[in-house]
């Protein structure tokens, strides 16, 4: 909650419940030591903007309070209006993952939200795409050279011929050879590589390029259904196939196979299309103090506003959703989602205890700068994302979605991994919320960036699509925000409006989870 109707210049924090005994600094530069606020609090030394100060004295072992849930203890006394740094909070033990709330079962309907819809591309299985992309899969590494080399003369020669495919796309990867693909970890790459092929956005026209001698054959990337007994290869080009003498007849091979399916992508159109075909990734990326506070409730009020609409929204980042577990699984739709929240977040246990590491890895320089003191804090701005919904579905690694509604995806914290995954998940446009600011893109869906703070957006202004900072001014409402985001949402999707990284072109590698074993 804001102080009352803040002047210009006037001293503000940011307190989120009437619990919590520490609020952060919402000036623009932070504050000087001697700056008091209207209710009378005094600061005793200067604090950077988004950094906590105590509204309360706070005894040493002392619980500390925000979002009203114990985001550390005190390592030392803690004086009232003094900085209460990093080194002052000492980390609580995550919540035990075998005496979490039951599942409150299935919630009272929530009111439709009917009439929205945007413009789609159909596909036969019934998905709809917000793009109209060929991707080429790769099965081993060892070919992306030359399938970038193919795209260069693809999108010379070809796309010019057919107006109605957006782009040509390579799903390259450092997978394929040198791996045990037969071990437990190695499932998570390749269905994720299999279920990359079928995303949306792509419009069923699958072909892969492989050299032949790799581990992964390029057939196991084919999606479930495809693979046959008398199948003719009409979906794959090997490298090292004896048919084919020097480089410049197997990349003549990889275009025709391409000219192919572009003149088939370049027959389709958008149509009016549901807002509940609509499948949405949301994620966050050098997140700070101010991400809990405006940018991820904006998107959790947008996501809900989704899933009335009868959308399928994904919110992923396990070591994100790790400490708030207890706040989430009374959400689930009944206890077997519940215990399938709690499967994911036990495996991923396990994964760092193997890499003898633990979430606190997680929370990164610049989140500690930006006034993140761990990864609990971290954590309970993050999961609002998630909104209010009940939660309907969880998804493993790299699985294809099912379910209508709120999704739990779950995956890397990684901004690379995690959106590779919900792409594989059947992601269609990515919502990315940064405080630190990133210029993080995807070449296979939108991606729609968010602001925590409005000074990053008028530094960012060619980069940042919307500015949620102006819910910690009282400029605008969360509501007003969410609602605008939602129409976004719908524009982008539709392709009547471009993203700021869309515009520049600006597109990260796709970039896969490989638990299993190198060899």
């Not at 009020?301 to 699984?329: C, K, P, Y």
Request: glycine letters at 10%.
């Amino acid at each position: 909650m804001l102080q009352e109707k803040p002047q210009a210049g006037e001293p503000l924090y940011i307190q989120l419940r009437e619990e919590d005994n520490v609020a952060i600094i919402a000036n623009q530069g932070g504050l000087h030591r001697g700056t008091e606020f209207a209710c009378g609090l005094r600061l005793i030394e200067q604090i950077p903007q988004g950094h906590k100060v105590a509204l309360a004295d706070i005894a040493a072992g002392a619980a500390i309070k925000r979002y009203g849930e114990v985001i550390g203890h005190a390592a030392a006394p803690i004086a009232k209006g003094s900085w209460v740094k990093e080194a002052l909070v000492v980390m609580p033990e995550p919540p035990s993952l075998t005496d979490l709330p039951k599942s409150r079962g299935l919630p009272p309907a929530q009111e439709p939200l009917e009439g929205f819809t945007f413009e789609g591309y159909r596909n036969a299985d019934g998905s709809v795409g917000t793009r109209n992309i060929l991707a080429i899969s790769t099965s081993v590494q060892c070919v992306a050279g030359t399938v970038d080399f193919a795209i260069r003369r693809i999108r010379e020669e070809l796309l010019p011929k057919n107006p109605n495919v957006d782009d040509v796309m390579a799903v390259t990867h450092a997978y394929g050879c040198g791996v045990a693909i037969n071990a437990p970890g190695a499932a998570v790459p390749i269905r994720t590589l299999q279920n990359l092929a079928r995303n949306p956005n792509f419009g069923g026209e699958v072909m892969i390029v492989g050299l032949g001698c790799e581990k992964l054959q390029p057939e196991l990337l084919l999606p479930e259904g495809m693979v046959s007994a008398d199948m003719d290869d009409g979906d794959i080009v090997r490298m090292q196939d004896e048919s084919l003498t020097g480089f410049g007849e197997i990349v003549d091979s990889i275009v025709a196979m391409a000219d192919k399916r572009l003149q088939v992508l370049n027959l389709r159109r958008r149509e009016t299309c549901p807002a509940a075909d609509l499948v949405i990734g949301t994620q966050c990326g050098g997140s700070d103090a101010f991400s809990g506070v405006t940018a991820n409730p904006a998107v959790g009020f947008a996501a809900d506003l989704l899933v009335r609409a009868g959308a399928t929204v994904m919110f992923s980042e396990v070591t994100e959703v790790r400490d708030a577990i207890h706040l989430l699984t009374p959400r689930a739709v009944n206890q077997d989602v519940a215990d399938a929240l709690i499967r994911e977040m036990d495996w991923y246990d396990r994964y760092l205890q193997t890499g003898e590491a633990d979430r606190s890895a997680n929370t990164t320089p610049g989140n500690k700068k930006g006034g993140l003191s761990n990864i609990v804090e971290k954590a309970m701005g993050s999961v609002i994302k998630s909104g209010t919904s009940a939660i309907s579905g969880v998804l493993s690694p790299g699985e294809r979605v099912r379910d209508k509604g709120l999704i739990f995806a779950a995956t890397p914290a990684s901004d690379f991994i995690c959106g590779t995954l919900q792409l594989a998940s059947g992601m269609t446009l990515h919502v990315f919320t940064t405080g630190r600011g990133t210029p993080y893109g995807l070449a296979a869906a939108p991606v729609i960036k968010v602001s925590t703070r409005s000074d990053l957006t008028a530094r960012w202004h060619d980069l940042i699509d919307l500015d949620a900072g102006t819910i910690a001014t009282g400029k605008a409402t969360l509501e007003d925000v969410g609602w605008e985001l939602f129409h976004l949402i719908l524009d982008v999707a539709s392709g009547r409006k471009q993203t700021w990284s869309d515009k520049w072109g600006i597109h990260n590698s796709l970039a896969l989870f490989n638990p299993g074993p190198v060899t």
